[in-house]
């Protein structure tokens, strides 16, 4: 049985659904599913009524009399989630059906593919729906830039972290940095000449590859970068699509917000990617056997006693929504959160045992002592 089901509704033209097999042929091999068996595209079912045992979505084309068709009798959408998607913004009301009036639609035109296929993804429960960057920069080579991207990338729905925008009076810096650092998808790194020459700044950098963090590097024209960039993923940028307020034109303000469209689903699969690795590297080292992934990508463990466990591996900062969505999905099995402690505030840390004593019925454990930890559970 399939993992994720995806229902295709609407008027999808031939190109989009080119378009989106294609994506999802790239998914499967981001996020390691087996081709063709675990992604099952169901495109105009007259029904589409998945197992609860499974994520399944339905994305809705508006089109050419695509306001006529009868969602409500092909899906249920009290029980499945349905992404409506658009031409544009002034077209909703004559290609979206009554019954979706009430959804937020992505727009295939203003948007483009990139965000329509993430936003199905975040459906799916295959990307975080909270879409974060870390922008990093210098502030004597770069602020007009940074202030520029701040802005376009919060209204693509990005959280944007900007050191000058998001940390407050009295607050220690550093700590609320690094942490900041450690929740988010994708690093944003403005490669002017003099980028590493600032403490700050070749921290970050270091610090993102270090969390295992995607870096996409925007590099500025006539310079050569430092050689150790060279695994980041790249927007190089021409000396013509500089304003001479020192501000990027639109064409190349889009192009780096496409680009990070992209690149973030892939840094975030080849993160989650590392972290499971880590669980499965810990519980051989105790003899014990992963059994098996579900749609929500928690592993089923057996210990060497032959005890069940459903574990959890989490990327960034772990909140108490997320032990609930692992005590939900692991029910009356023991469970456990996996994620990597180093860079969260301790004061966040202090917070997490405290939930610990106050919800029973799964355990935080840091990624570094996994092994030690699942040695030592039933003790």
Not at 126 to 150: G, K
Not at 285 to 311: E, F, H, P, W, Y
Not at 363 to 371: E, G, K, L, P
Request: proline letters at 4%.
């Amino acid at each position: 049985m399939a993992l994720y089901r995806i229902a295709v509704l609407g008027s999808p033209t031939v190109a989009q659904l080119k378009a989106l097999r294609s994506y999802l042929e790239d998914a499967e091999v981001r996020f390691k599913l087996k081709p063709g068996i675990d992604i099952e595209l169901s495109v105009d079912p007259t029904s589409f009524r998945p197992d609860s045992k499974c994520s399944a979505v339905a994305i809705f084309f508006g089109g050419k009399r695509s306001i006529e068709v009868d969602v409500g009798s092909v899906v249920d959408a009290s029980t499945i989630p349905i992404l409506p998607v658009a031409s544009r913004a002034d077209k909703v009301s004559k290609e979206i059906p009554l019954l979706l009036a009430g959804l937020n639609c992505v727009f295939y035109k203003d948007h483009g593919c990139e965000r329509v296929f993430a936003s199905l993804l975040e459906c799916l429960g295959l990307l975080p729906r909270q879409r974060r960057v870390f922008l990093s920069y210098r502030r004597n080579d770069a602020t007009p830039v940074a202030i520029q991207l701040f802005a376009e990338l919060s209204a693509r729905h990005y959280e944007v972290f900007l050191d000058t925008h998001k940390i407050d009076a009295g607050v220690n810096f550093q700590e609320s940095l690094w942490h900041n650092l450690c929740d988010v998808d994708v690093l944003v790194m403005l490669d002017t000449p003099a980028y590493f020459d600032s403490r700050w700044t070749a921290a970050e950098y270091g610090r993102a590859l270090a969390k295992g963090i995607g870096v996409l590097r925007v590099q500025w024209p006539d310079f050569t970068p430092s050689k150790i960039t060279g695994t980041s993923s790249l927007v190089e940028l021409a000396s013509t699509e500089f304003e001479s307020d020192q501000t990027l034109s639109v064409g190349a303000l889009a192009r780096i917000c496409d680009n990070l469209e992209n690149f973030r689903s892939l840094a975030h699969a080849t993160r989650h990617q590392s972290i499971v690795n880590a669980v499965q590297d810990a519980i051989t080292k105790v003899q014990g056997r992963v059994d098996g992934v579900d749609a929500n990508r928690a592993m089923q463990i057996t210990l060497r006693s032959g005890r069940k466990l459903v574990v959890q591996p989490t990327l960034g900062v772990p909140t108490a929504v997320t032990l609930q969505g692992a005590l939900d999905r692991a029910g009356t099995t023991d469970s456990a959160i996996v994620f990597d402690h180093i860079g969260i505030m301790p004061s966040w840390l202090q917070h997490m045992d405290w939930l610990k004593t106050k919800v029973k019925g799964a355990r935080w454990v840091r990624m570094t002592d996994a092994a030690w930890d699942f040695g030592g559970w039933e003790a």
